[in-house]
């Protein structure tokens, strides 16, 4: 259905928002489920790539904590336990949490698939829109008081 400017204006941006994050993660966990992972799983592999060095459990959630805000650590301890039973990650002899050879390998298969994803995602939508739909919802969050200071992509 094709709505006017003025009935789009009227409509509720909670509804929106909503819509378009269960979609987004919906879409986006169907990608990486053809990879047998989910978000939470990418999130704990990508961290603990980038990081360069092994992790505790613990600095691993914190890691994963400050990058992403808005995900629920308690998601991604079983995620870790995944990667573990997976073999995806290993743990030394001081608990430390590293990338094996199969993790890094999905490492590298999913980084070629997302910009598959965004791709996708961003099809048929500029830039400058993008900017200026993150730059309207930013100011609708700071109106209310919330936390505008989100600055990692993904």
């Known amino acids: 259905m094709e709505f006017t400017d003025a009935q789009l204006a009227e409509q509720p941006v909670g509804y929106w928002t909503g819509a378009v ?3 987004v993660v919906h879409y986006i966990n169907d990608r990486l489920g053809e990879l047998g992972l989910t978000q939470p799983h990418w999130w704990a592999i990508y961290q603990l790539g980038e990081s360069g060095r092994r992790l505790t459990r ?3 959630l914190t890691l994963v904590s ?3 805000p808005y995900v629920e ?3 991604l301890e079983p995620a870790v336990d995944d990667l573990l039973g997976d073999r995806r990650f290993d743990v030394d002899e ?3 949490l590293g990338l094996t050879e199969a993790g890094t390998a999905l490492r590298d298969r999913v980084m070629v698939l997302l910009p598959e994803v965004r791709a996708r995602i961003h099809d ?3 830039d400058e829109d993008y900017v200026l ?3 309207v919802l930013r100011r609708m969050l700071a109106n209310i008081g919330g936390d505008t200071g989100f600055d990692r992509a993904g």
Do not use: C, W
Request: a positive charge.
């Open 73 to 75: 650590l308690s998601a």
């Open 58 to 60: 613990g600095e691993l």
């Open 124 to 126: 048929g939508v500029s």
């Open 94 to 96: 001081a608990g430390r």
């Open 21 to 23: 994050r269960t979609a």
């Open 66 to 68: 400050q990058q992403r």
């Open 133 to 135: 739909v993150v730059k």
